[in-house]
């Protein structure tokens, strides 16, 4: 794939609701850091898996690009990380942005930034929430 066409399918595959689709765009031995939470994800099983505990935790999670550029191998996405945390008041949209490092048409290595500060103060939620494990 293209640079555009791993931006456009990466924001689809968050938006969308079979996790595997995110896993299919990275390479077998990738990396996957949500810095927001501080947590990293090895290879296309553990982000698959991340995807679908995202979903189970947030309502309607959707990625909007505002704008990406790429240099080499390294893509820059600027957007917006949405959704509603189940159980929260209400929805949140916060800043988003991701770097993502390419290797033959894939994705090697995503960097996500946001801030969770912003997520669960848009939510309604105290700084120190935490899900349940139910």
């Known amino acids: 794939m293209n640079p555009d066409q791993i931006v456009t399918a990466w924001a689809a595959a968050w938006s969308g609701t079979d996790p595997a689709a995110l896993g299919a765009l990275f390479t077998p031995n990738a990396t996957y850091t949500d810095q927001g939470i501080g947590i990293t994800m090895t290879g296309r099983d553990q982000i698959s898996g991340w995807k679908a505990r995202t979903d189970a935790k947030i309502e309607d999670v959707r990625v909007t690009v505002i704008r990406a550029s ?18 929260a008041p209400t929805p949140f949209a916060v ?5 993502l490092d390419l290797e033959n048409g894939e994705i090697a290595r995503d960097q996500d930034f946001y801030s969770l500060n912003a997520v669960f103060a848009q939510s309604g939620l105290p700084a120190d929430w935490y899900p349940s494990a139910a």
Not at 95 to 99: D, E, G, N, R
């Open 95 to 99: 800043p988003l942005v991701t770097l």
């Open 70 to 87: 790429h240099c080499g191998d390294r893509l820059t996405v600027e957007g917006v990380y949405a959704g509603h945390i189940k159980g």
